[in-house]
Nanobody, 127 residues
Framework: QVQLVEAGGGLVQAGGSLRLSCAAS????????MGWFRQAPGKEREFVAA??????????ADSDSVKGRFTISRDNAKNLVYLQMNSLKPEDTAVYFC??????????????????WGQGTQVTVSS
């Protein structure tokens, strides 16, 4: 398994930007598709974005809530995955989690298909 540690969360005003990062331990980082999820108080954890092993394919939540505002990327040489978040809204307030997809399974957006998780980083957007 891979160990994950997120960073970059914080308090930002609506319309602002944040870039989250996720540092992975282990030498096999490039074997994992990676994803970002978020969980707001009282709500289920939801998919935000995912990226393939070599970064060639990216996926975003189907709703219009993040498309066009969030960008996922990765740097396999540094064992890092990023989530650039622009034009933030109060409804983006949540704990954001980085996750590694289970190797060998077809890439999906389901929580159950991600086998390793970070501890999460809080993002709070004030109105």
């Amino acid at each position: 398994q891979v160990q994950l540690v997120e960073a970059g969360g914080g308090l930002v005003q609506a319309g602002g930007s944040l870039r989250l990062s996720c540092a992975a331990s282990g030498r096999s980082f490039s074997n994992y598709a990676m994803g970002w999820f978020r969980q707001a108080p009282g709500k289920e954890r939801e998919f935000v974005a995912a990226i393939s092993q070599n970064g060639g394919r990216t996926y975003y939540a189907d709703s219009d809530s993040v498309k066009g505002r969030f960008t996922i990327s990765r740097d396999n040489a540094k064992n890092l995955v990023y989530l650039q978040m622009n034009s933030l809204k109060p409804e983006d307030t949540a704990v954001y989690f980085c996750a590694a997809h289970i190797i060998g399974k077809l890439l999906s957006t389901r929580v159950a298909d991600f086998g390793s998780w970070g501890q999460g980083t809080q993002v709070t957007v004030s109105s």
